[in-house]
């Protein structure tokens, strides 16, 4: 397994071809833990007033999408609306694919668990 910055998209990527590849040549399964910081609170209830202003103000500095923009930017493009409307694309065909999927059958809601917490007898 490996860790990486989950606010680096570059870092996030080649750390997943690594361990993609590691799967593929059949050396078994791996996990990536991506670090990050949840911006929002838990709901569109909560405004986290238990949230330190500047941590979040320093969380925010550290945006995956405006820091590959800068990237690019060195490079001579100017994509950071594109990647950021395409991120938003994403996030609502997500939303939608969500809200038009059935709900599964209430016998598996157990399913596929780490450990269930109603053992059988």
Same mark, same amino acid.
């Given at each position: 397994?490996?860790?990486?910055?989950?606010?680096?998209?570059? !870092?996030?990527?080649?750390?997943?071809?690594?361990?993609?590849?590691?799967?593929?040549?059949?050396?078994?399964?791996?996990?990536?833990?991506?670090?990050?910081?949840?911006?929002?609170?838990?709901?569109?209830?909560? %405004?986290?007033?238990?949230?330190?202003? !500047?941590?979040?103000?320093?969380?925010?500095?550290?945006?995956?999408?405006?820091?590959?923009?800068?990237? &690019?930017?060195?490079?001579?493009?100017?994509?950071?609306?594109?990647?950021?409307?395409?991120?938003?694309?994403?996030?609502?065909?997500?939303? !939608?694919?969500?809200?038009?999927?059935?709900?599964? %059958?209430?016998?598996?809601? &157990?399913?596929?668990?780490?450990?269930?917490?109603? !053992?059988?007898?």
């Amino acid at each position: 397994g490996e860790e990486a910055d989950g606010n680096d998209v570059e !870092a996030v990527f080649e750390a997943a071809q690594r361990l993609a590849a590691h799967c593929r040549d059949g050396r078994g399964p791996a996990l990536l833990e991506c670090r990050t910081y949840r911006m929002h609170g838990h709901g569109e209830h909560d %405004p986290q007033h238990y949230v330190d202003k !500047a941590e979040l103000a320093a969380w925010a500095g550290r945006d995956p999408i405006a820091r590959f923009a800068v990237r &690019l930017r060195a490079e001579g493009l100017d994509q950071e609306a594109a990647l950021r409307e395409r991120a938003a694309g994403l996030v609502e065909a997500a939303l !939608a694919f969500a809200e038009e999927s059935p709900a599964p %059958p209430a016998e598996e809601a &157990l399913l596929h668990l780490y450990v269930n917490p109603i !053992a059988e007898g």
